[in-house]
């Protein structure tokens, strides 16, 4: 059965960095698209980042130029680095995996908290 476990939220001051990570099993990795979304409190989700199968990489443009996304297809594991975050990007990140075919999955989420 496909799991998608995420790791690496946490609370950070306001101009901090984390590095959430997400590790992909019982399904196929290297060949899909994988992305971040975030569900801010009383805010829709939002797509951040994504990376397709041969590296190539798409923001949000609230997060352009701050968070880096990233592949291991050896580890199975898709990174999302955060740097300079700012309060309104405090939200649970959300994992996603694409199936190519218009289908996701996703994983439980990461708090990210980010201090004035």
């Given amino acids: 059965q496909a799991?998608?476990?995420e790791s690496g939220g946490g609370l950070v001051q306001a101009g901090g960095s984390l590095r959430l990570s997400c590790v992909v099993s019982g399904t196929t990795f290297?060949?899909?698209?994988?992305?971040?979304?975030?569900?801010g409190p009383g805010k829709?989700?939002?797509l951040?980042?994504?990376i397709g199968s041969g590296g190539n990489t798409?923001?949000?443009d609230s997060v352009k130029g701050r968070f880096t996304i990233s592949r291991d297809n050896a580890k199975n594991t898709v990174y999302l680095q955060m740097n300079n975050l700012k309060p309104e990007d405090t939200a649970v990140y959300y994992c996603s995996w694409f199936n190519g075919y218009g289908s996701s999955?996703?994983?439980q989420g990461t708090q990210v908290t980010v201090s004035s």
């Fill in 3 to 5: 799991q998608l476990v």
């Fill in 30 to 39: 290297s060949i899909n698209a994988m992305g971040w979304y975030r569900q």
């Fill in 44 to 46: 829709q989700r939002e």
């Fill in 48 to 50: 951040v980042a994504k």
């Fill in 58 to 60: 798409g923001y949000a």
């Fill in 105 to 107: 999955l996703e994983g």
